[in-house]
């Protein structure tokens, strides 16, 4: 198959953590067999909890990540466009920025709790900038030789947005979609570890703390495999909206 | 005792592997003898072969079939006795003006006061002298293309191998240069091998001009191009000029023609 | 005039922030009021709490960011020029790059305990992954035509990555480091806010638990500055180094 082609040195790797850990080399107590791990997540699903942390999670990243886009990408796109709207929010935009999302958790959760209103408000906040600022980026770089072209040829103004201006944007608004994807998850899974009741970052960590490896090892897989499948997903609605578009993205 | 022959080409093919779309021949059994100190043009549509052979000469493909003899031994690696200019310039952005000229020198182990002499030599001849410190950034594209020109006579080649030269630039930056390729020349009397897509430009500078057919690049005709030197203005407006451009526009419309179609089909 | 149009939101949003509280009689644990804040943190700073803390931090950080460094731009040279190592390295970055690297941390926690060593390399972990692809890409895609022009000029192989490569391929390598650095703060924090007794992050913990609000936004404040002061002296490196480039001069 050509996947195998291309992707064996994937599977070299896990055959030298399994080996890795059976012959000793690193104390299996630290680092559990790949297939030990395997065979514990297996177990999880079929109890059907693992279920139910993998569902919160997602709905919590999800709602976080859309609220951010709702809000972020007319936002941004407004502030590209209008001078008077930049103005005043640029410089709050500016100020939010360098603040990194995570010093929140603890003063989030001082104030909203530990329940799912808590992990959504995290991930919005902290999803919002990047993809304001690249939707403002996306709209402030429309070439205006095509407004001139559009114009020329009849666009009124309220058709120039659906017709021109958002269609030029959408690379860099859809770049600004992957960044805040890896943050949303980002952000959940931090959260979910500092001050949760279910989830895959609460998973690992009551895993850290019942000392118990493999769960926590099953609980990193699991991570793993939904935020690579939500970022192939994203890609693919990407690659499908963008067909016109030349860059390529190989990560 | 007659002209040298600097560089020989034999009997030369160049097939490229496609992938997908098999084997496209680019060059097919191309000969060409070039003297010393001659100006020769290589002209033809586009995908006829012409900068791949410039590049079998320069060292950067390798000679599949065919010999390519530079005098009078074969071509292997590349190496300083060749320089070669690109239309993209090709500067070192990290390295000033200056440092760009002194490359060839300083990879020769040259000492740096020598270096220095010899790259103020060549700038001054290119008009850059004032601007040695510069980095090619803040230079213009005619600019930078005479830093190019500086930076390969520095290390005195002896074959000088331009790809479309002065094809980024506008058209009255090109005639300019087309000019000061010709007073460098005259000052130096290299051997001159050049891709062109312009008929004025290979009739200005050349002595002879290969026209290509389309591909597979064969050598349609060798034209002789017999304007006295040195050669200005008034060679364009010799009624010769017109007649030869002419001639060159019969010779290359046709193939102008297919490889176009060739590109469309292509797709 | 065009300061107070620009800057204004901003005024407003402090001086609300300042009176809001203090009119409304807001409990200080909900919100405390602007100057609350600064002076905690002036407390902080002269209690020599923080100083002990950030120095903590910025050791992990920046002691992981430079090992990232180092392995990231060594591996990217390497699976750059060498078509094997990058057909191996490749498939296993671009499989590991979307997951969060935060989720090892409890693992590295539980292997290397609560100080500096755990931090310090997810810190690497973490960083490693921007500045490796960047420079993978960036040697990969060295232009072909400056290659050749640099054969032609008599150039020996084997200072070909010292005056070619590796100069031509800078300008995205610090791309590649000025996102690591941006990242390196965020995750040494949440390690340590997750498994560690000093550093900013868990001051951070710290200050939830005692339930002193005007702590905790004067954390948030310090970590902001760290953050910026790491882009800021990353930024006066690359001046110098890329003084050539037309970006760093305009």
């Known amino acids: ?251 | 005792m007659g002209p040298l022959v600097k560089i020989d080409i034999m009997d030369v093919s160049h097939t490229f592997d496609g992938g997908k779309r098999g084997k496209v021949i680019a060059l097919d059994r191309v000969n060409l003898k070039v003297e010393d100190g001659e100006i020769i043009a290589l002209l033809g549509p586009s995908g006829c072969g012409k900068s791949t052979l410039l590049y079998m000469v320069a060292g950067f493909y390798p000679v599949q079939s065919g010999k390519i003899l530079l005098d009078g031994r074969p071509v292997s690696k590349p190496g300083p006795d060749r320089g070669i200019v690109f239309q993209e310039y090709v500067l070192f952005p990290w390295r000033t003006v200056e440092e760009n000229v002194v490359y060839g020198l300083e990879v020769q182990g040259l000492g740096r006061e020598e270096r220095e002499k010899i790259a103020s030599r060549f700038l001054e001849k290119v008009g850059l002298l004032s601007f040695k410190k510069k980095y090619p950034h803040e230079l213009s594209g005619g600019m930078k293309q005479r830093v190019a020109l500086a930076r390969m006579l520095a290390y005195n080649p002896g074959i000088l191998l331009m790809d479309e030269p002065f094809g980024a630039l506008d058209a009255q930056t090109r005639e300019l240069m087309q000019d000061e390729l010709l007073s460098l020349w005259a000052d130096l009397k290299k051997t001159i091998l050049f891709v062109t897509h312009d008929m004025e430009e290979a009739l200005y500078l050349s002595d002879r001009i290969v026209v290509f057919t389309a591909r597979p690049g064969r050598v349609k005709e060798i034209v002789e191009v017999n304007f006295p030197r040195p050669r200005d203005r008034k060679t364009r407006l010799e009624r010769d000029f017109a007649i030869h451009r002419d001639r060159l526009w019969s010779l290359l419309k046709g193939e102008i023609v297919k490889a176009k179609r060739m590109e469309d089909e292509g797709r | 005039m065009e300061y107070v149009k620009r800057y204004y939101l901003l005024v407003i949003l402090f001086v609300a922030w300042e009176a809001v509280p203090r009119l409304l009689q807001i409990n200080p644990i909900l919100l405390p009021p602007f100057s609350m804040v600064v002076i905690k943190w002036f407390h902080l700073l002269f209690s020599g709490e923080l100083l002990i803390h950030t120095a903590n931090t910025l050791f992990r950080a920046v002691g992981g960011f430079l090992i990232a460094a180092w392995l990231g731009i060594l591996l990217g040279i390497l699976a750059g020029r060498s078509r094997q190592i990058g057909q191996v390295l490749e498939p296993v970055v671009s499989v590991t790059f979307p997951l969060p690297k935060v989720a090892f941390i409890p693992v590295f926690i539980f292997a290397l305990g609560f100080g500096h060593l755990s931090k310090i390399l997810i810190v690497a972990l973490e960083c490693g992954f921007p500045i490796f692809i960047a420079t993978y890409f960036a040697v990969r895609g060295t232009s072909r035509t400056m290659v050749w022009s640099a054969q032609i000029m008599g150039t020996k192989e084997r200072d070909f990555l010292r005056k070619v490569i590796f100069p031509s391929a800078l300008p995205m390598i610090f791309t590649g480091l000025e996102i690591s650095i941006h990242v390196s703060v965020i995750i040494v924090v949440v390690a340590e806010m997750i498994g560690a007794t000093t550093g900013l992050g868990a001051l951070l913990i710290k200050a939830k638990w005692e339930y002193e609000t005007d702590m905790l936004l004067a954390v948030i404040a310090t970590t902001s500055f760290v953050g910026l002061g790491l882009s800021l002296c990353l930024k006066a490196v690359k001046n110098r180094l890329l003084v050539w480039s037309p970006e760093v001069s305009m």
Not at chain 1, 52 to 78: E, Q
Not at chain 1, 215 to 223: E, R, S
């Open chain 1, 1 to 251: 198959m050509k996947w195998l082609r291309t992707n064996y040195p994937i599977l070299l790797l896990l055959a030298l953590w399994e080996g890795v850990s059976r012959f000793g080399l690193v104390s299996s107590q630290h680092l559990p067999p790949f297939s030990q791990c395997l065979v514990f997540l297996y177990e999880l699903t079929r109890s059907g909890e693992v279920l139910i942390h993998i569902r919160d999670s997602i709905i919590r990243a999800m709602g976080g990540y859309f609220l951010s886009l709702l809000v972020g990408i007319p936002v941004g796109i407004t502030m590209g466009l209008f001078r008077s709207v930049e103005r005043p929010l640029g410089p709050v935009v500016t100020l939010f920025y360098p603040i990194p999302k995570v010093t929140l958790i603890p003063l989030f959760i001082l104030w909203l709790g530990l329940g799912d209103r808590t992990k959504i408000a995290i991930v919005f906040l902290a999803c919002l900038l990047p993809i304001l600022i690249s939707s403002r980026s996306g709209a402030k770089n429309v070439d205006v030789r095509q407004i001139w072209s559009a114009r020329t040829m009849g666009t009124k103004d309220r058709q120039l947005l659906r017709l021109v201006i958002l269609p030029s944007a959408l690379p860099y608004i859809f770049s600004g979609m992957r960044i805040s994807l890896a943050i949303s998850f980002i952000l959940l899974f931090s959260t979910e570890m500092l001050g949760a009741q279910s989830g895959l970052g609460y998973l690992i960590i009551v895993a850290l703390e019942a000392v118990r490896p493999e769960m926590m090892f099953a609980g990193v897989l699991l991570i793993g495999v939904v935020a690579y499948t939500c970022d192939r997903i994203l890609l693919l609605i990407r690659n499908r909206m963008l067909f016109w578009h030349t860059e390529q993205s190989a990560f």
